[in-house]
């Protein structure tokens, strides 16, 4: 079992600054992480749950900032998606930031809490296998290997169900 690789997006800043290492890896990339991506960007790393456009929009014009128009705030996004700074959730049209870098080759499993909304990310070279199993099989090629889990935290246990 020692093939996980979790990635809580609590985000611990005593160990590392997420915006720091997106701005390396922009500059590794030849990408250019503008004021707008920077600030979307902090918004997302510094959220535990999934976060929609609207919810950055007012993130962002609560803290001070201008307010956004939303197709400024899906362009940022789609960069950071491309990028590789951050992942969609699909389930919930939301986003998380993501700056570890996964390989294109691997698996990212998000578990989503449905008491607290709380992301998590992890990674396995198991499932990565299991899943590469079944695509040669089948003779499919993915482009990419999302896996979304919906449940409970450890903190939520048996807990309300968060209602948005």
Known sequence: MGDHHHHGHDHDHHRRDPVAEAEAHC?????????MRRQVFEVLAGSPQALGAYDLIDSLASAG???LAPISVY?????LL???LAHKIESRNAYVACPHMHGADEVVVFMICDGCGRVQESTSNTVAKAIAGVARDQHFKP????????GRCAACGDG?????
Do not use: N, S
């Open 65 to 67: 900032r201008k307010r």
């Open 82 to 84: 491309e990028a590789g």
């Open 143 to 150: 482009r990419g290997q999302v896996i979304e889990m919906h």
């Open 27 to 35: 500059l590794r990339k030849g990408l250019k992480l503008t004021d």
């Open 75 to 79: 362009r940022a996004l789609d960069f």
């Open 160 to 164: 309300p169900v968060l209602t948005a």
